[in-house]
Each structure stands twice: as structure tokens, then as C-alpha cells.
């Protein structure tokens, strides 16, 4: 699978011969191999994750009985309901911690170059370029998902106020989820899109380090191209069915926000190398429906969507 792409940033346009092989691709060299090998032990379990969470029910009508008619037995009931329930969010939280580690090592394989040799990264290690559409489609998939159940967070809030109880009452409880680890979980479960910000806070702390093997131009320079890439090989028509142009459009709209938080700029100023308004437009042309989370997360999670330079039909067009 290959596609000719043409980007057009600023006043310069350029032709790109990439081809991104997002179904077949394969590492090439022992150095792809390695890194492809620990991002893809993490990835592996990255449909599980979603299948639990599409899954998850929740605890609504026991908390609710617990709250309202208050015993020891509604009490008990509430309690045996949520302790399972906060294993599986434990278990989304811990895997999220398993991408935050092993992310890194994509941005620093694919994108140390510059200019052309960027593009050469992204050729010469297709396989590590699709485990980075991947994160984003696995990401924006989560956050979709989580953001329909209202019930993750309020479970885990009742969690935490009666932990807190039964710790005053019972100081030789035995406790599973104690307060750091219960700390760090309820800030990532009260995010409206947590993964997608793992994601980005990851990679700005990430450029913090000193030294970084990694500069923040060079990561804005590199998910702008796999967003423009990403773009065109949808608009293209190359795919015949909906999941590989969705994976696709993911991968286009997790790289978009991140740049939008790295780049001082941000994505949407006119100047932008990223072929923003034809993201946006085929976003919303694409499918009824299918797209409307894509959409929100660059209404919701970027920061510079409402910036003077911004030129008013993209606002427009995300309105």
C-alpha cells in the first residue's frame, strides 16, 4: 500500500514519494526489530484493554442502594460490586503506564532527522511509523469509549470515600489500591480524554530531559507529516473499507493534536504545515457518526483552536 503525497505548507510546496504500508509492514533491521518487539508487547494487549472497557457496566444501582438505604448489608453489596470493578480500572491505568514507557522510544527511532532524512526515518521503518498510528488509534478509540461511561469515574470515587472509611474503622484492612497509587488513577480517570493526554504529556516531558535525543522541532516536523500522510492516503481512496481509513484518520488526528501542543504555534495557524482544513473537512465528510469523536478531540484537546491566528473558516468548520 503507497501513496504519492503532495504537503503544502507556508508558501513552499513539496512532492513526497512515502509509502506507509499500514497493513503489511515488517521491521528491516535489527535495530527496527528490537524496538518493534517491545512496543508490540505492550500493543498486544491493547484490544483487550478496549474489549473490557466497551464491557464495562459499572456499579451504579449498587452505590446507589448503598447511598439511599444505608446498611450494612446494602454497604457490603456495594463494596463486593466495586472491588472487581476497581481491578479493571486498575488494569487500564497500569497499561497506560506500559505505553508512557515505551512510546518514547518510537518518537526517538522515527523522528531524530531532519528534512528529508525525516521522510527516510518514516520510509525506511514503516513498521515503527504503524505502531505509532497504533498508539493514537488505540488512544482516541479509549477516550471515545470512556467518555460514554460515566460510571468509571464515579465508581472510583466511591471507592476512594469508602477506602477512606473503612481505613478510619479497620486500620488492619487489607488494601489493595493504596492512597499514591489511588491518588495517580483518580487523576487519570477524571480526565475526559486520558489516554490522549498521557500521550501528550508524555512527549513534553520527554523533550524536557536533558539530554534529549530529540528536538521539539523535530517531533512537531515529524507528526506533521505523518498527519498530511495519514490524510492523503484516505483521500486518496487506496483502502476499501472503513476500519483501515478510520485507523487512518486517527492516526491523522492524534498526530494533529500533538503538534498543536508542541508547537508554539500551534496546528491551526495559516502557516501550519499540516493540510488542516482538509483533515477537518474530511472528518466530517467521511462517515456519519463514525467520526464525531475524532472531530471532538480537536475541538476539546488541542489548545490553540481559538487563537487570533487561527483563520475563521477553520473555526467554522469546528463549530
Known amino acids: 500500500m503507497g501513496v504519492l503525497i503532495s504537503i503544502i505548507g507556508g508558501k513552499e510546496k513539496m512532492t513526497i514519494d512515502i509509502w506507509l504500508d499500514f497493513e503489511d509492514a515488517t521491521p528491516q533491521t535489527e535495530k527496527e526489530k528490537e524496538i518493534h518487539s517491545q512496543v508490540a508487547e505492550v500493543l498486544n494487549k491493547a484490544e483487550l484493554i478496549l474489549e473490557k472497557l466497551a464491557a464495562y457496566k459499572g456499579c451504579e444501582e449498587f452505590i446507589r442502594a448503598a447511598i439511599s438505604k ?6 457490603k453489596a ?3 460490586a466495586i472491588l472487581p470493578a476497581v481491578e479493571t480500572l486498575q488494569e487500564f491505568y497500569e497499561f497506560s503506564v506500559e505505553v508512557e514507557k515505551i512510546y518514547p522510544r518510537l518518537l526517538t527511532s522515527l523522528f531524530a532527522a531532519e528534512d528529508d532524512s525525516l521522510k527516510s526515518n518514516l520510509k525506511g521503518q514503516q513498521s515503527l511509523a504503524k505502531q505509532l498510528a497504533d498508539i493514537f488509534d488505540f488512544a482516541l478509540r479509549f477516550d471515545d469509549k470512556k467518555m460514554l461511561n460515566p460510571g468509571i469515574q464515579n465508581d472510583f470515587s466511591y471507592y476512594r470515600r469508602t477506602l477512606s472509611r473503612i481505613k478510619m474503622t479497620n486500620k488492619g484492612a487489607e488494601i489493595k489500591i493504596k492512597d499514591e497509587l489511588a491518588n495517580r488513577m483518580s487523576l487519570f480517570f477524571a480526565y475526559p480524554t486520558p489516554m490522549m493526554k498521557v500521550l501528550t504529556d508524555t512527549t513534553v516531558n520527554f523533550l524536557k530531559n536533558e539530554p534529549c535525543p530529540i528536538n521539539k522541532g523535530q517531533v512537531v516536523a515529524g507528526y506533521s ?6 490524510l492523503d492516503m484516505v483521500e486518496r481512496g487506496r483502502f476499501t473499507n472503513v476500519k483501515t481509513n478510520m ?7 492524534g498526530s494533529i493534536v500533538l503538534v498543536d501542543h508542541l508547537d508554539p504555534l500551534g496546528a491551526f495557524h495559516k502557516k501550519s504545515v499540516i493540510n488542516v482544513k482538509g483533515a477537518i473537512t474530511k472528518l466530517k465528510n467521511f462517515q456519519e457518526d463514525a467520526t464525531e469523536g475524532l472531530i471532538n478531540a480537536l475541538r476539546y484537546t488541542t489548545v490553540h483552536l481559538n487563537d487570533a491566528d487561527t483563520p475563521p473558516t477553520i473555526k467554522l468548520l469546528l463549530q
Request: glycine share 4%; net charge negative; hydrophobic share 40%.
Open 78 to 80: 456495594a463494596w463486593n
Open 70 to 75: 444505608p446498611s450494612e448489608e446494602t454497604d
Open 247 to 253: 485507523f487512518c484518520l486517527r492516526g491523522m488526528t
Open 225 to 230: 507529516l505523518m498527519a498530511n500522510v495519514c
